[in-house]
């Protein structure tokens, strides 16, 4: 069950169970990401609850909180359906390169592919911050490009507490 509500004509928020949601537990694992989790192929408010389902039995990861679910317009490529939109702050021990590898498997494993940019997704999983981290290699820049200027990351991180 979701409930939803109306930002403006173009932007809606959801909530469920899931998102947002707030951890109660201490983690001892090393690093604090924060992830954006988009998609706009198929059921992707299930997907996503799904995803946090996964990511809870995962030994690596502790989710420590996530946002609303964000529905809002696509960005570069316009011709195609609305995306949706969270963030899940977690901790880990992995570190950024082996996370990202872990990111990319999820994302296969939902049924990503990657055609063009800014294409329709099932699935797409973006570090946006790695502790306090900054790195620009060929496969990783952190924090992520860009982010400042996205709806997408800016909406649900407002409601964020950590």
Request: aromatic share 10%.
């Amino acid at each position: 069950m979701y409930k939803k509500h109306k930002i403006n004509e173009k932007l809606e928020i959801f909530s469920s169970l899931c998102f947002p949601y707030k951890s109660k537990s201490i983690s001892s694992l090393r690093y604090q990401v924060t992830v954006g989790v988009g998609g706009n192929i198929g059921d992707m408010k299930r997907r996503m609850n799904h995803l946090f389902v996964k990511l809870q039995r995962e030994s690596r990861v502790d989710i420590l909180e996530t946002s609303l679910i964000l529905k809002n317009p696509p960005f570069g490529y316009l011709d195609q359906d609305d995306f949706f939109n969270s963030i899940v702050v977690l901790k880990t021990s992995m570190s950024p390169k082996v996370f990202l590898a872990y990111l990319l498997h999820l994302e296969k494993q939902y049924g990503r592919k990657r055609s063009f940019a800014n294409a329709p997704r099932t699935l797409d999983l973006d570090i946006l911050f790695f502790d306090n981290l900054s790195m620009n290699t060929e496969r990783l820049t952190l924090p992520h490009p860009h982010w400042q200027e996205r709806e997408s990351v800016l909406i649900p991180l407002l409601g964020l507490t950590k």
